[in-house]
Each structure stands twice: as C-alpha cells, then as structure tokens.
C-alpha cells in the first residue's frame, strides 16, 4: 500500500468537503440507513449476517436509483474484515476484472483473506463479461455483490442468479424522504446544520412529491435550492415553492424501454383498459407518453386489445384502434396524442368480449387430436368434382331463406363441437341469439347422422358382433 502524505489528506479532506450533499449524507451505519426495512430491518437475515461479517455468499442488489444500494454495498464494507473491491461496470472491461481476479488469488494465497466485490450496473456487461466473472463467484474467490436497477432475471446471466441471493430495494416513502431532509438540514457536519434555512411546507410538499422516492433525487433538489438562494438579512434561508419548483421541476420517472418499468406499465395499461376505467387507463398512458414510449408500441397494443378483450362485443373497437394507428402515422407527436387517447377511451368505455380467445380452444383440439378429415361436400369441386365427388351434396347458403341452411361444416368426430361461446355483451348479444337458433337448427338436421354414428360405435365396440 503506497503511504499518504499531508498532501493526499488534504485533497482527500477536500473532497469530501466539496461533494454534493447526497454524497456527504450518505449513511455511515444501519442506525442512519432510511428504509428497507424488510431486508435490512433490525434482525432481518441480510443485517445480521452482515454485522456479523458472515456474508459468504453473492448477492444481487435491485432497484430503483436512490434507494440504498450504494449504501448497503458501503455498510458491508464498513463491517468486513475482507478485502473490498469496488467497480463499476460502465467503465470497468475484462481486463480491469482479471487484474482484480489475479490479485484476489494471491491476497487468498499469501494471507488466506476473502474478497468481496461490489460492481455497480452489474447488468451493463455483456454475456462475455459476466461470464467471465462467474468461475470465481463459483469457486468463492470472489464474493459478488452487484447492484443494478433492472430486473437481474433478465439482464444478469442466469449461471450468476443462481450463485446468487437476490434483495429488492423499493422506492422511499414519504415518510423516509422526510426523514433524510431533515437530517440534511440539521446536519452540521456533513449537511446544512451551520445554515438558517427554512423549508416552507409547500416546498417541502413539492420536493416530496416530485422525488419518486429517490434519495439522491431530493438531496439534489436540496442542495440546489440552498445555494442558489440568497439568504435574507438576517441571515435566514428561506426556500420557498417558487424556489423547490425550480430546483425540481420534473418528477424523475423511472422507466427503461427493455426494464420491468416498460412492461409494468403497459400490462398497468392494458389491464386497466380491459376492467374498463377509463381514468386509470389515462393515467398510465401519461406515463408512458411523458416517459418517452414509442406511441406506436402503444397503438400495436391496443389494436391486440380490441380484437382479444373487446372482440365482437362492439366490432368497431378495432377498427378505431386501426384508425388511430393510422391517423398517428399522418400527424406525430405533439397532435398525435388525441387518436391515441381517443382510442383509449373507446376501448376502455366499449363492452368487452374474450369470445375471440376460441380460436386457442379449437387450435388446442388440433394439437391434441391431429386435423379432422374434411366432410366430402365442403372440399373444392372445381378441380375433382367428376373423378372423386368433391363439393357433392353441398347446399349454397344463399339460396335459401335468411342466406342460411343447415349442414355439416365440421370433421364427424367433433359434431357437436362449440368452441365459440358468444358473450351477451353490446353487439354480441344479438350475435348471441344468431349463433344459438343455427346451432339448433344445425342439431335437429344432422341428428340423424349423429345416431347412426352413435349406433355404429356401440356396433364396434361388441365382440359378439
């Protein structure tokens, strides 16, 4: 180790002096450590084996930005008698890697001391780079303790999940980000504690509200919010809502295109268009919109949704959404948002049907049984009507009254067969009554062909015949 002189201490000092408040205010110990509390709550399993420095094996931190990550990775240091390594994964390769893979085996050589490694964003290494980590979680060279806010499910390779204790982070309360502004503005130390500041309650509010839950979100809003506002006379600070509104004028949104957040919300969507309440499905909507969604991923799904969730309950429905699709291709954004609210209204208020979801029913029966024989009458007559009788005895629906006869249409096995079952929903009520007189119609026709089939299975099935 290269020793410290006056000069590094004195840059060191400085540092921390001149860091942003989030990072002076970062937690020292459990005891300053705000929030999750079902991992790292007093007693928890992950406390304790930490505290006790038992923490053999890797772990995966999840979660959104600012809820401790970090700071669990730092406490774990704190408490350990191991050596601890730290890198993030958007800077670091595979050669920084090996580097610290040689000098872990030949610190576990020569002193017999354990390693752990902490990689911030573990998911931006690829496949290569995580692979190339894993032997060494495998054999216990190393002990992984990654940190990424995607789902690590999908983005960590699944040989290192496996290896690997997994613990979600959630978003602050309210009531925790209370707590850390507090404590930032009594702090004398590390926050503003030496200062007269004077957080009004609707800024305070305004910064609680629009933080989504993120530590380092309101720390930051803060920080801003103090030094770029001249203290009055008197000395005091006063930060008003003119003053919090402009030192956190957006609400951080955390919403990835390939992450949990994306799919979240459109299954949110969707799910809400599909119980139709319209007010939640505009909600999320707004979301994805103001998050930077692709409408058109937006408008594919809705067009889904007409023909799954509202089908022949109102047939217009997909036909709208199509619309809209269309209509978004002719005006794009900022205009382009009404068809898309339109359509969403409509889908959300319109009658709904899954009637459409037989089609899996019969591809089901297929899957199982094999495709039926095609009924003589219904195979094409213009190619082998003269040599091999196809299309005889088919009857023209339109040549009788209501366009409509009774026939065979499906394989003999399977007469009977409904795998269409009509809602009694808007349009397909009246479908409904249709649907039921063919069908009765349909029986009493082919009743006859249904007991001599009948007739020949009890035939078949009597050895004495």
Do not use: C
């Amino acid at each position: 180790m290269i020793p410290m002189d006056l000069f590094d201490h004195s840059m060191q000092a400085d540092m921390q002096q001149e860091a942003p408040l989030a990072a002076r205010m970062r937690p020292r110990s459990f005891d300053e450590f705000i929030g999750q509390d079902h991992i790292v709550g007093e007693g928890t399993l992950l406390r304790r084996a930490i505290q006790a420095d038992r923490l053999f094996s890797s772990i995966i931190l999840t979660g959104p930005p600012g809820t401790g990550k970090t700071t669990l990775a730092q406490l774990i240091a704190n408490h350990t008698q191991a050596h601890f390594d730290t890198i993030s994964a958007v800077l670091a390769g595979v050669a920084d890697l090996r580097r610290l893979i040689s000098d872990a085996r030949e610190r576990r050589r020569l002193y017999r001391k354990r390693t752990i490694l902490f990689i911030d964003e573990v998911h931006r290494w690829n496949k290569a780079q995580q692979d190339a980590l894993l032997p060494h979680v495998e054999t216990g060279l190393i002990t992984l303790i990654g940190a990424t806010t995607e789902n690590p499910y999908f983005d960590v390779i699944p040989a290192l999940v496996s290896r690997s204790r997994i613990f979600e982070l959630k978003p602050l309360t309210e009531e925790h980000l209370n707590i850390i502004l507090d404590r930032a503005i009594s702090d004398p130390e590390r926050g503003y504690g030496r200062l007269s500041i004077k957080l009004d309650p609707e800024a305070r509010e305004h910064l609680l509200r629009l933080s989504g839950g993120d530590a380092r979100n309101i720390l930051n809003a803060l920080e801003l919010a103090v030094e770029t506002t001249q203290p009055s006379l008197t000395g005091e600070i006063q930060i008003s809502l003119s003053v919090a509104e402009e030192s956190i004028q957006r609400r951080a949104i955390v919403y990835g295109k390939n992450g949990d957040p994306h799919y979240d919300t459109i299954s949110a969507f969707i799910k809400s268009v599909r119980g139709s309440d319209p007010d939640a499905a505009l909600y999320w909507l707004a979301k994805m919109l103001h998050a930077g969604e692709d409408p058109r991923f937006i408008l594919r799904r809705l067009i889904v949704l007409a023909g799954e969730d509202i089908g022949l309950a109102d047939p217009r429905g997909i036909l709208v959404a199509v619309a809209a699709a269309n209509a978004f291709e002719y005006i794009g954004l900022p205009e382009g948002v009404f068809p898309i609210v339109e359509a969403t209204l409509y889908l959300a208020t319109a009658p709904k049907s899954n009637s459409a979801m037989a089609y899996f029913t019969a591809l089901q029966q297929m899957e199982l049984e094999g495709a039926g024989e095609i009924p003589l009458h219904l195979m094409d007559a213009s190619r082998d009507a003269a040599g091999l009788g196809h299309g005889k005895g088919y009857q023209y629906p339109h040549s009788f009254p209501g366009h409509f006869t009774p026939q065979q249409y499906l394989p003999t096995p399977l007469l009977g067969t409904m795998f269409y079952q009509p809602s009694g929903e808007g349009y397909e009520a009246e479908v409904k009554q249709r649907v039921e007189a063919w069908r009765r119609a349909q029986k009493e026709a082919l009743q006859p062909e249904e007991k001599r089939i009948e007739a020949d299975d009890h035939t078949s099935a009597d050895p004495s015949r």
